[in-house]
Structures are given as C-alpha cells and as structure tokens.
C-alpha cells in the first residue's frame, strides 16, 4: 500500500481565489510528480522534482507552482483560480528500485 | 521521442468474457519499463505491472496475464474470465531506466465489463 496522501479530496472554489493542494509522501521517495487529468482521460505531466529545492515544469503548461522545501511535502499552488483549471490532479512518487510510480487518490478541483 | 499507444479507447464485454487490452510503445532507448495502471470509477492510480525491456517473458497474476514482444513493440494485458469490478480505465505507461520527466502514459482505455 503506498504512503502519499492529498488533500483536500475534492474542492469547489470560486474564481480568483488562491488555493494550495498538498501532497505528502511517507516513503523518502526523491521523485515526485504533479499530474492533471479530467475524469478518466489523458494524464499530463504538470511539474516533477528530483529532491530538495529541485523543481522542473512538465510537459503541460501550467499555471500553477510548486515547491520541494522537505523531501515528504511538494504541494501545488494556483495564485488565481479560474474555470479552465478545473480538473483532478494526481500527485505522484516513484520508488526508484522498483520503478514503481505511487499515486496519491487525487484533488478534484472545481473552479466557479 | 517516446509515446505510448493504447488505440482502444473504450471496450464493452459481458462478464466472464476473456478481453484484451493493447498497447504498443515508441521509443530510442535501449532499456526501459513498462507499466499498466488501473484507474477505477472512484479515481485513484493503481499499480498492476512493471516489466523490464530485457525480460520478455509473459506474466500471470491470477486472472490477468501480459504478453510482452519487443519485435512489436507491444505489451498486452489479457483479463481472463473478467468481472464488473474490472470495469475501470487502464492506462500503458512507459519510463526510461532513469525515469525523470519521462514517464510516458497511454490515452487510457475504458473498459466495461456488463453483468
């Protein structure tokens, strides 16, 4: 059973507001990710970190930032929230010896 | 350049039907790890495999199987007598050795198994 955790499960916000969504990990993984994916489709990678104060924008633009300050913690930031960012987003950890990418359970986001 | 390709977008199968799910893979490297993933109704990702470019050898789990052939570039997930649990999007997915940003899903196929 994998240890990374979001919250909150599920948000519904109003425009320009500024939200935080956090992921934490148990396992001392060094890689994390930030996906984002509507219901069922395509994930896109948004952001990925290779450790402490490494951060890196994937291969979706995106709005939002992220931070990499402890090993266990990489929460995602939208400054301004608008409609178009409404979606689930999937955060993620990989055990390196086993490939393994842990998924956390997801923030679904809707914006108003 | 690396994708991955999952050219079923979605399946129906009555239950206790056999069904396979395809993925075939692009990449340069020369060693990599595949992956399929299960994402049911309630959202989360769940890890079903990994396999190793060097291994070639099938794999069976119960009632799920992989047939992995590098000369076609394809790693297929075989449900055996599926169940209304299975029902759920399965994604390929794809990594070089070093993983980094480089982890490639497939667009996913859903797959409906009806009672």
């Known amino acids: 059973e994998a240890d990374i955790y979001q919250t909150p499960r599920y948000l519904v916000i109003g425009t320009g507001k500024k939200i935080t969504l956090e992921c934490s990990q148990t396992?001392?993984?060094?890689?994390m990710y930030w996906y984002q994916q509507d219901p069922g489709m395509e994930l896109h990678l948004i952001h990925y970190?290779?450790?402490?104060?490494?951060?890196e924008k994937g291969d979706l633009s995106s709005e939002s930032t992220v931070s990499r300050i402890r090993t266990e913690h990489f929460p995602l930031t939208l400054e301004s929230a608008r409609p178009s960012h409404t979606s689930q987003y999937l955060c993620?950890?990989?055990?390196?010896?086993?490939?393994?990418?842990?998924f956390g359970e997801g923030s679904r986001l809707t914006v108003l | 350049a690396q994708k991955v390709t999952q050219a079923q977008t979605e399946i129906s199968v009555v239950e206790k039907e056999d069904v396979t799910l395809d993925c075939v893979y692009e990449?340069?490297?020369?060693?990599?790890?595949l992956f399929w993933y299960k994402q049911p109704p309630s959202g989360e990702l769940v890890f079903l495999i990994r396999r190793n470019s060097f291994d070639e050898q099938n794999e069976i789990s119960g009632r799920y199987s992989w047939n992995f052939q590098k000369s076609t570039s394809s790693f297929n997930f075989t449900i055996t007598a599926s169940q209304v649990v299975d029902s759920a999007v399965y994604f390929c997915a794809l990594s070089p050795h070093n993983y980094g940003q480089n982890f490639v899903f497939g667009p996913g196929t859903r797959l409906s198994v009806l009672p």
């Open positions: 970190s290779y450790g402490v104060n490494s951060t």
């Open positions: 990449t340069r490297d020369t060693t990599y790890y």
């Open positions: 396992m001392g993984h060094d890689k």
């Open positions: 993620a950890s990989i055990l390196t010896n086993t490939g393994e990418l842990f």
